[in-house]
């Protein structure tokens, strides 16, 4: 069996980036790779303005701590001042633009209004309260780079220099299908009762949901019949137009377990487990078009729902994240943590245990860490990575993982 390092060490070797890029309003831009640098054209600030409610003087007036100053003009944002004279104040809002000869702000707290006058109960430095020309973006700096996967933050950054459009890189297009005959969806069981031995597919809904929290374009082959040839030709039809391939169930070596065989005979299988609990069978490859040569990546989910769900979260989402573009790191950020909790037993894989945060700042453990348990990733928090081989005691500091670094 593959670590779980080697095995995201192949996926993320094989990962080719999609090639094709499209501009796109900005505002319709998140979630998207970017891919291309994005530079500045203009300093931001444009000039130098104030931070405060207050008003604009000259600091050298106000050597005393309480001077008294006419007011000379009023400033709101977006208008522009007339030069300020010496022994004059200037009434201005935040964002407006400093007047000629000012060279402080004070904010309107430390001020009182005394008919035309202001008296100033402060000594202001230069400087005070200006935000200065370019103090955030010199012009043509870049403030954006190829490989970044765009948030809200990045999409206001882009508008505050005028850009309205951004090329990126296009959606990632994934097919996926779900294996087994005991499989009903949820609304299809005759009468509300499950036939013998049938059980929800609950899969499609925690895959597809990943899915399009990566901003994939989806196309959803429902569930197929345990047939080798079935599973066979939807490959085959799945290959054509998409990206990645993913399956959830018949990953294992049973005699009713046809996906590893399928993909084999229709492209070629690279690995197919891994020394991951929950999650060993989880299998890698690609599948060959039929025409226009190439191929689609293939990655085989295990289908108990708790081990589908960890292993979309600990190797597919790099692996999408790779395909879609992004270059900097794709691995969750990990934090240390106590856990009140222990664990006597070692594992020969690596553990990724449900836990959540309590009130005092540990971890607790869900008491059913079964792979079919999938109320433990509800009310969870996040995973513990635990090595191969180690046991926890209630103290020791562990490796948290939270569900909101492996979801975006």
Not at 184 to 201: C, H, R
């Amino acid at each position: 069996m593959l670590s779980v390092r080697e095995a995201l060490d192949t996926l993320l070797a094989c990962a080719v980036p999609v090639a094709d890029v499209e501009q796109v309003p900005t505002l319709e831009a998140n979630g998207r790779v970017l891919a291309l640098d994005q530079a500045s054209t203009i300093d931001v600030p444009s000039a130098d303005n104030t931070q405060m409610d207050g008003y604009a003087v000259r600091a050298a007036d106000c050597i005393n701590g309480g001077a008294s100053l006419r007011v000379a003009q009023r400033i709101p944002a977006g208008t522009v001042g007339a030069p300020l004279e010496p022994g004059s104040a200037a009434r201005i809002f935040t964002g407006a633009l400093i007047p000629p000869g000012a060279d402080a702000v004070v904010m309107q707290e430390q001020c009182e209004v005394q008919g035309d006058n202001v008296v100033i109960r402060h000594t202001p430095k230069a400087g005070e309260w200006i935000r200065r020309t370019g103090e955030d973006i010199v012009a043509g700096a870049t403030i954006l780079a190829a490989g970044t996967r765009l948030r809200s933050q990045e999409l206001g950054l882009a508008a505050s220099v005028g850009l309205a459009t951004l090329p990126v890189r296009r959606r990632l297009r994934v097919a996926v299908f779900f294996t087994g005959d005991e499989l009903t969806m949820p609304g299809e069981a005759p009468g509300g009762q499950l036939a013998p031995g049938a059980i929800y597919n609950s899969n499609r809904f925690t895959l597809r949901g990943l899915l399009e929290n990566f901003g994939c374009q989806i196309t959803d082959y429902g569930i197929v019949p345990d047939s080798l040839d079935v599973t066979r030709a939807t490959l085959r039809a799945a290959a054509r137009e998409h990206d990645l391939i993913i399956t959830s169930g018949g990953v294992s070596v049973g005699e009713e377990d046809h996906v590893k065989p399928a993909v084999e005979a229709e492209g070629q299988l690279n690995m197919w487990q891994i020394a991951v609990k929950p999650g060993k069978p989880l299998a890698f490859g690609q599948v060959r078009r039929e025409e226009g040569g190439g191929s689609s990546f293939f990655i085989g989910l295990p289908g108990n729902p708790v081990s589908s769900f960890i292993t979309f979260l600990l190797f597919v989402r790099p692996f999408l994240l790779r395909l879609q573009g992004v270059s900097g790191p794709v691995e969750p950020r990990a934090y240390q943590m106590r856990a009140d909790f222990s664990l006597p037993k070692a594992d020969r894989r690596n553990e990724f245990l449900r836990v959540r945060v309590n009130a005092g700042g540990g971890l607790e453990l869900f008491s059913n860490q079964g792979s079919g348990v999938l109320t433990s990733t509800v009310w969870g928090d996040g995973l513990v990575d635990n090595p191969p081989g180690r046991i926890i005691n209630e103290g020791d500091i562990v490796r948290f993982i939270p569900f909101a670094e492996l979801q975006y």
